[in-house]
C-alpha cells in the first residue's frame, strides 16, 4: 500500500490539471478584477504543474531504479502498473471528449485538441515507465524471458493496448508466484 501513496502523482496526474483549469476558470469568472486575480492564478497554475510534472517524473523513473536493485517484486509493480492504467481510463475519455469538441470547433478546437495529446502523451509516458519497472522486475525473477519482459515494455505505451498489457502482465506474474 505504501507504494501506492508513492505512486499517487502517477495516478491523478490526468485529473491534476482537470481541477487546476477549473479552478481558473473559476476565479476568472467570479473576480471584480479579472486581470489581476487571473495573473496571480496563472503563476501558481504555472508553479503547481511544473511541480507536479517533476515530481510524477521523478517518482516514475525511481521505480525503474528500484526494480533494478530488487526493492520490490514483479507481482508489486504488475499490480501498481494495473491500478495506474485503470484508474486512469476516465480521464483518456475525457480527453477523447475534448479531442472531439476541439475537432466540432474547427481551426478553433485545434488548441483544445493539441492540449488532450499532449496531456495523454505524458500520462503514457509516466505510467509506461511504471510497466517497464514492473517487467524488469518480473524479468529478474524469471517470470518473464528477456523477449517478453520487451514487448509488454514497449506494448505499456500503446493506447488501449496498455490496459490490457497491465492487467495480462499482473495475471501472469501472479499466476507465477503461485506456482512457486
Known sequence: MKRLYKALPIILYPYIYMFCLLGYFLAMSNSPDEYKTSNTFLIVLIFIAVICNLYSFITSFSFIFSAKKGKYTGKELAKLNMIIKVVQIPAYIIHFCLGLLGLIMSVWGIPII???IFIDFITIVLSGTVGISAAISAQKEN????????????LGFVYCVDVFISIFLFIRVKRENKKN
Open 114 to 116: 493539441l492540449w488532450a
Open 143 to 154: 517470470t518473464l524471458s528477456t523477449g517478453q519482459a520487451v514487448l509488454f515494455s514497449i
